[in-house]
């Protein structure tokens, strides 16, 4: 194996602060992967298995003061659950060809070279540290930090309702619709579990209340940056409704986390899959600094992808999938086209079997990948260019599903490693902050979009939708990407999603059909309608089943028929309506 993976170094270690070249989380740990052969070795056990110091591998672990272990958990059990899988038509790798290995920190790249040539050995690689796909692009100017300071002198107070700021709730196109599905039975994520999978949060949180499940995987890693991260995630996702503070896209919805820390990226993937049923959210939050600057992880996140470009994550993802668990990916914060030929080229220690994800003709992972929008402009003061076109650190390219807001996200947490500056104080559990920025929040908005679906479906006694037909509705529905200079919509992020649209793509108007009793016209409504400014809006009501129907702006030759119905009162009027009480349909039959 040659060098080019293991440049990722420490890079991000240091604390510069989040005005200066230098912002970055601490990495959490480099991961050396271990392929076997899927030959078995001696006595037929796999290679994780075979008796100490039976083997050159053995004898080499033991030399190096290494451990190996199986990366997804004992091959007997990954066996069980790969043959239990429902699959949904994905052909998911064998898990249990993954090893990890223990100790040499400070030598991996030596270490993945020398294995790769040992009886047995497939191959190895080293993964650099995943980080928080988050950003210091929302960066305040001196102004905005002495506006911050005030709002910490108010500490003491109570946390005022920040919810008017969080403008990724409203309709579309600004929004994505989420305060028109809390309206709607299920809208609000009654039924739905989502397991957060990154490294730390701030659990007691006062705004994220009974729904919290808990860690499912894993050990949170004792850091602030990361600890506001995983918050303002939460945030995004399940804000309760207390009145106060922010509120979450699907507050009735269950949440979880699994850490990263530990036991790695794919490990922390299948767990989280192992504890979710067909049609849950696993949100992956987190990027990697990928091919474009040798594998470095730079401050400022340039060439940082999605995590599914390493096998072992791919693979992760393909068994979350194969279950029917929709897994929504950040698309990453490296400015990168993922379309580039630099991304098919093989890495020196992928296997062989390996292709680019990326590339919409190989297998994909399934996951729904989110890119980062601009919001519309204006929005707390600022403007970053044309609403929903392509911010510029966002990666980019045919793979990327959808967008989401990717500045001005208001939300639970601090900034960065500091208290929130829309609100701090001494405590963690009370931090709010206007400034949560990149990939990760959008792709949390994308999460919250598919779990209020999957609400509303399960409630109204249907089966969620697989990962698949979710990422084609969000492909077909929504908000569209619009330029902005220099990003141009053909470097695509995707829709913004519009959770209207899509429920109305997704679930056929049921009709009903009646008799109506009697008709009211509004030839010149009073007041007018304030949004139809020629004020030409017209409707005519029915009185059908019990209750009133609306017909809006209706055909001269319509109303004339139904006025000439009821004048004469040997014609019945037969109507037909959705369940929003919309007519869609009036026949005039023959005698009453």
Do not use: C
């Not at 001269?556 to 004048?567: E, I």
């Amino acid at each position: 194996m040659g060098d080019s993976l293991g440049t990722a170094g420490a890079a991000g270690a240091q604390d510069p602060g989040p005005e200066g070249a230098g912002f970055a989380y601490h990495p959490v740990e480099r991961e050396l992967i271990v392929v076997a052969r899927p030959e078995l070795v001696q006595d037929g056990s796999p290679i994780s298995e075979a008796p100490p110091g039976s083997s050159a591998l053995d004898m080499f672990l033991m030399d190096q003061q290494l451990a190996l272990e199986p990366l997804f958990g004992s091959e007997a059990r990954v066996r069980e659950a790969l043959a239990l899988l429902p699959r949904h038509g994905v052909d998911v790798p064998d898990l249990t060809l993954f090893h990890r290995v223990r100790g040499g920190e400070d030598r991996l790249e030596e270490l993945a070279s020398r294995l790769a040539g040992l009886p047995g050995i497939d191959t190895a690689y080293v993964k650099p540290s995943a980080l928080p796909a988050t950003g210091p692009f929302g960066a305040k100017d001196d102004g905005d930090e002495r506006a911050d300071e005030g709002r910490r002198e108010k500490e003491g107070a109570a946390t005022p309702d920040f919810s008017g700021r969080q403008g990724y709730l409203g309709p579309a196109p600004e929004g994505v619709d989420a305060a028109w599905a809390w309206l709607q039975a299920g809208g609000s994520g009654e039924g739905v579990s989502i397991v957060d999978v990154e490294a730390a949060w701030q659990l007691g949180h006062r705004d994220l209340g009974p729904k919290l499940a808990g860690i499912v995987a894993g050990t949170p890693v004792e850091d602030l940056a990361w600890r506001n991260h995983g918050t303002g995630v939460l945030g995004v996702l399940g804000g309760s409704r207390t009145g106060s503070g922010t509120l979450g896209i699907v507050p009735e919805a269950v949440l979880a986390v699994a850490s990263i820390h530990g036991i790695g990226t794919a490990r922390a993937i299948t767990g989280a899959a192992d504890r979710l049923t067909p049609g849950d959210i696993l949100l992956v939050p987190l990027h990697r600094p990928g091919p474009r600057l040798g594998y470095a992880a730079d401050d400022d996140q340039r060439g940082h992808i999605p995590l599914e470009w390493w096998p072992d994550d791919y693979a992760a993802v393909r068994y979350a999938t194969a279950r029917g668990v929709v897994v929504v990916e950040a698309a990453g914060n490296g400015a990168e086209s993922l379309d580039d030929a630099l991304y098919e080229a093989r890495p020196d220690g992928f296997p062989a079997w390996w292709r680019n994800p990326f590339d919409p003709a190989a297998p994909s992972s399934g996951a729904i990948v989110v890119g980062a929008g601009a919001p519309p402009p204006g929005t707390h003061g600022r403007d970053h260019g044309p609403d929903r076109s392509r911010l510029g650190f966002s990666n980019f390219g045919t793979r990327v599903d959808a967008q989401g807001w990717g500045h001005e996200v208001t939300t639970a947490g601090g900034f960065w490693n500091r208290p929130g500056e829309l609100q701090g104080g001494q405590s963690e559990d009370t931090w709010y902050t206007d400034a949560f920025s990149g990939t990760s929040p959008a792709a949390a908005q994308v999460a919250g979009v598919l779990a209020a679906l999957q609400g509303m479906l399960r409630t109204a006694g249907l089966a969620p939708l697989a990962p698949e037909p979710l990422r084609e509705l969000l492909r077909r529905t929504g908000s569209p990407q619009r330029e902005a200079p220099g990003r141009p919509s053909s470097q695509r992020i995707g829709t913004r999603p519009d959770l209207r649209a899509a429920v109305a793509h997704l679930v056929p108007r049921r009709i009903t059909e009646g008799v109506a009793e009697r008709f009211w016209d509004d030839l010149l409504p009073d007041p007018p309608d304030p949004l139809d400014t020629h004020h030409s809006t017209t409707r005519l009501r029915l009185y059908v089943n019990g209750a009133w129907r609306t017909l809006t702006d209706p055909e001269p030759h319509v109303r004339l028929a139904v006025h000439t119905a009821f004048a004469g009162g040997r014609h019945a009027v037969r109507v037909r309506y959705t369940d929003a009480d919309e007519v869609v349909g009036v026949t005039v039959t023959g005698e009453r």
